[in-house]
C-alpha cells in the first residue's frame, strides 16, 4: 500500500513545485510599462475570418481606437457563407487605418493567414482572431517591445469574458490557467503555450516556419514549436495594455467541440517541454479521480483524495490570483475547490470525446 501512495503523491507533488515556481516567476518579471507613446515598429495585423458576421462590427470598432497609428489592417475572408463581407464594408466606412480585405484562395485558416502574411506590407507581423477586441494600447504595446527587444516571437495575454451561467466562468477560469501558466512558462525560457488570438512575429520567420498545414488547428503552437526548434527569441508581453479579450462559448456542445480540437492536435507536438507538461497535468488529473475510486475498495483513499483535492485547490488558486492585475479575474478558494471537484471528469470526457463524436470548426469536418 505504501508503494501505491508513493506513485500517487508523487505527480502531485511536482504538479505542485511547478506551480510554485511559475508564480514565483511571475511575480518576479518586470511589466512592460512602455508602449503608449510613438516608439515602435511598424506592424501588420492579419485577421482572417470565416461566418463572423456577428462579430466583424465590434472587431472594426475596437481597432479603430488603436493608439499606435503606424500600422495596416488585413481581413482575409476564408470562404465566409453568411453576410460577413457585407457587415464588414459598412463597418470599414469610417475605419481611419490602411485595410485591405483579400479573399482566400485555399481553405482553411492556416492558410488564409498564410496568405494574409504573404501581403503584409511590413517586416513585424500580428495575428489575432474576428471575434476579439483589443486594449486601445495593445499594438502600441507590440511595436514598442519589438523596438526595445530583440524578439521573434511576441506571446500576448489573453482572457475570456463572460456574459453568465456556470458554463462560461468554467471557461474563463480554466482559460486563465492556461494563460497564467503559459505565460510563466515563456518567462522563465520555456514556453509550453500560447494563443492565436494574441502572437506577433518576424514575417521571414512565419514564412519559414513549419504549422503542419494538413492538420486543421494549431496554427499558434506548431509555430511556437518550430521557433523553438530554430533557437528564436521567444518573449512573453506582460502589461495589461496589450491584453486581448475573446468570448467564452455559450453552449456545452461548442466548448466540446473546442476542447476536441485543442486534445486532437496535441499528438502531434514534438517538444518536450510542452509535452511533459500536458502529461503531468493529465496524470496529476487522473490520479484524483482514480484515487476517488479506489475509496469503494480501500476507504484510506478518501483521506488521500481529500488531502491531494484540498493541495492542488491550494496551489491553482495561489497562480490564478494573479490574474486578478493582469487579466481582471476575481475568485475565491471556495469556488476553485468545488471547481476541482469536476475537473477530472472534465479531462476524462474531453480525452474521450473525439472518439465518439465527429470533430467541426465551423462548417469542417476535423
Same mark, same amino acid.
Request: aromatic share 16%.
Given at each position: 500500500m505504501g508503494i501505491v501512495y508513493f506513485l500517487f503523491i508523487l505527480p502531485? @507533488?511536482?504538479?505542485?513545485?511547478?506551480?510554485? &515556481? $511559475?508564480?514565483?516567476?511571475?511575480? $518576479?518579471?518586470? %511589466?512592460?510599462?512602455? !508602449?503608449?507613446?510613438?516608439? !515602435?515598429v511598424p506592424l501588420s495585423l492579419i485577421i482572417p475570418f470565416k461566418d463572423e458576421a456577428a462579430n466583424l462590427a465590434s472587431l472594426i470598432h475596437s481597432l479603430n481606437k488603436q493608439s499606435w497609428d503606424c500600422w495596416e489592417l488585413i481581413l482575409v475572408n476564408d470562404h465566409s457563407i453568411d453576410n460577413s463581407l457585407e457587415v464588414l464594408r459598412s463597418a470599414l466606412t469610417s475605419f481611419k487605418y490602411p485595410v485591405r480585405v483579400i479573399e482566400a484562395t485555399a481553405s482553411g485558416k492556416k492558410? +488564409?493567414?498564410?496568405?494574409? /502574411?504573404?501581403?503584409?506590407? =511590413?517586416? =513585424?507581423? %500580428?495575428?489575432?482572431?474576428?471575434?476579439?477586441?483589443? &486594449? +486601445?494600447?495593445?499594438?502600441?504595446?507590440?511595436?514598442a517591445y519589438f523596438a526595445l527587444n530583440k524578439a521573434d516571437l511576441i506571446i500576448g495575454? *489573453?482572457?475570456?469574458?463572460?456574459?453568465? !451561467? $456556470?458554463?462560461?466562468?468554467?471557461?474563463?477560469?480554466?482559460?486563465? +490557467?492556461?494563460?497564467?501558466s503559459g505565460g510563466a512558462a515563456a518567462l522563465d525560457g520555456k514556453p509550453i503555450m500560447c494563443n492565436g488570438a494574441n502572437l506577433a512575429c518576424r514575417k521571414e520567420l512565419y514564412l519559414r516556419a513549419q504549422i503542419q498545414p494538413v492538420i486543421a488547428s494549431g496554427d499558434d503552437m506548431f509555430l511556437l514549436e518550430w521557433m523553438k526548434k530554430e533557437g528564436c527569441s521567444i518573449h512573453y508581453l506582460k502589461t495589461p495594455r496589450a491584453l486581448v479579450q475573446t468570448h467564452a462559448l455559450d453552449s456545452f456542445a461548442s466548448f466540446m467541440q473546442q476542447r476536441a480540437r485543442w486534445a486532437a492536435k496535441a499528438r502531434n507536438y514534438r517538444d518536450r517541454h510542452i509535452i511533459g507538461t500536458g502529461i503531468l497535468v493529465s496524470v496529476t488529473n487522473f490520479i484524483l479521480f482514480l484515487s476517488l475510486v479506489l475509496v469503494l475498495w480501500q476507504p484510506y483513499f478518501l483521506i488521500f483524495f481529500c488531502t491531494s483535492l484540498f493541495l492542488k485547490s491550494l496551489f491553482d488558486y495561489r497562480l490564478l490570483k494573479l490574474g486578478e492585475s493582469d487579466l !481582471?479575474?476575481?475568485?475565491?478558494?471556495?469556488? %476553485?475547490? %468545488?471547481?476541482?471537484?469536476? =475537473?477530472?471528469? =472534465? /479531462?476524462?470526457?474531453? @480525452? @474521450?470525446?473525439? @472518439?465518439? /463524436?465527429? *470533430?467541426? $470548426?465551423?462548417?469542417r469536418h476535423i
Open positions: 502531485l @507533488l511536482w504538479y505542485c513545485q511547478k506551480l510554485i &515556481h $511559475w508564480r514565483r516567476t511571475w511575480l $518576479w518579471s518586470a %511589466v512592460f510599462t512602455s !508602449g503608449s507613446g510613438k516608439q !515602435g492558410a +488564409a493567414l498564410l496568405q494574409g /502574411v504573404q501581403a503584409a506590407r =511590413y517586416q =513585424y507581423i %500580428v495575428t489575432s482572431d474576428a471575434d476579439c477586441t483589443f &486594449h +486601445a494600447d495593445w499594438l502600441a504595446s507590440i511595436a495575454p *489573453v482572457s475570456l469574458t463572460i456574459s453568465a !451561467g $456556470w458554463l462560461q466562468r468554467f471557461q474563463q477560469l480554466d482559460f486563465a +490557467a492556461l494563460q497564467l !481582471g479575474l476575481k475568485l475565491s478558494f471556495m469556488e %476553485v475547490l %468545488v471547481w476541482q471537484l469536476l =475537473y477530472p471528469l =472534465y /479531462v476524462l470526457i474531453t @480525452l @474521450l470525446y473525439p @472518439l465518439f /463524436v465527429t *470533430v467541426r $470548426w465551423k462548417s
